[in-house]
């Protein structure tokens, strides 16, 4: 059965921006960079042992036309329009063919994310929790992509009849796992990209990218405001009057600081770096009072009192009221 091929009909434009692994909004720069690292990997001078020098041409010649024509603005503005028909078109018979099949079965990364059709690309949340945001960590993604049945070449029937491999279902999910690499210092809300690892787009007949958004899980004991990672700490009334070396909970362990004689509840101390993406940890102090008080201390506080120097703290206070009636101070009832 010989197929004959009208090249006038199914004859569509490359995509020159996927030729070139750019985006479509990329900047001329973008495009002659990336053009600079394909001619190092494919150029003429290049020889890729196995590969028929002739493909390695012809692959390459495509690059060129790529890069001639994004290049030039012209050039570029004549193609982007083109390519917009044949979207348009493409959508159109895309319609058509999803009216007439019924929905392609859903997939767990689907169904968790949503996909984008026109974008190609498939959006995850991805939930980490601190300490992985700090440390960097390696995520496992599973994705099903569509791949077309070759008993039937995706058509669905064979000789007229529903196709025996995929009962007639064009294509098979076969499921695939990605493991994308979270760097260090990972914020909540970032979107990291990977091009190339999302899921097979059988209308572009290549894959789209992956997209994973980042959702901070909440920590017990941390809190976290912008980059920065905060923490309240409380220490003895004796810590904060004499000086101390505490231990403190950060996002990935402990560590020891020192708080200066005399600190004041709500004093804030930084940790240098060691927040979110090299920010800090903010570190507020709590100072607890004692619970109950021993005739000894008590008199050692006694003792301290009459030592203290410290002015009346209320006097500027009562600077402004009118002095006390001749018949002296009432006394305020207790609470
Ligand atoms: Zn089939």
């Known amino acids: ?112 994310g949503g996909i984008k059709a026109a974008a190609l690309a498939v959006e995850l949340e991805c939930e980490i929790s601190l300490k992985e945001a700090m440390k960097g960590c390696i995520r496992e993604i599973r994705l099903s992509d569509p791949m077309p049945c070759e008993q039937c070449n995706a058509m669905k029937t064979v000789n007229r009849m ?47 990218d992956l997209i994973l958004k ?3 899980l909440p920590h017990p004991i941390l809190g976290i405001l912008g980059r920065d990672i905060t923490v309240t700490v409380p220490v003895t009334l004796y810590e904060a009057m004499l000086g101390a070396e505490i231990e403190v909970p950060t996002a990935t ?36 009072f004692p619970q109950k008080i021993t005739p000894e201390e008590a008199a050692m506080f006694k003792r301290l009192k009459e030592l203290s120097q410290e002015p009346n703290p209320r006097e500027s206070l009562m600077r402004s009221m009118p002095p006390p009636p001749p018949g002296g101070q009432q006394q305020a009832a207790e609470e």
């Open 1 to 112: 059965m010989g197929r004959m091929v009208d090249q006038s009909k199914t004859q569509t434009q490359k995509d020159y921006y996927y030729i070139l692994g750019v985006r479509p909004d990329a900047t001329s720069r973008e495009i002659q960079q990336a053009y600079e690292q394909l001619y190092e990997k494919f150029g003429p001078h290049v020889n890729i042992s196995g590969m028929d020098p002739d493909i390695m041409i012809k692959n390459f010649r495509e690059i060129c036309d790529a890069y001639e024509v994004l290049m030039d603005p012209k050039a570029r503005q004549e193609y982007d329009r083109n390519s917009e028909k044949m979207r348009q078109s493409l959508g159109d018979l895309r319609n058509l063919w999803q009216k007439n099949t019924e929905k392609p079965q859903q997939d767990a990364g689907m169904a968790a």
């Open 162 to 208: 529903q196709c025996q491999n995929c009962r007639g279902l064009g294509y098979f999910n076969v499921e695939r796992v990605t493991d994308v690499d979270l760097p260090a210092g990972t914020y909540d809300g970032m979107e990291i990209r990977r091009p190339g690892c999302g899921r097979y787009d059988i209308r572009a007949k290549r894959q789209g």
């Open 214 to 216: 980042v959702k901070l």
């Open 253 to 288: 362990g402990r560590v020891v600081m020192k708080i200066q004689p005399l600190t004041h509840p709500g004093r804030v101390y930084r940790l240098k770096g060691l927040g979110l993406a090299g920010a800090d940890q903010l570190v507020t102090i709590d100072v607890v």
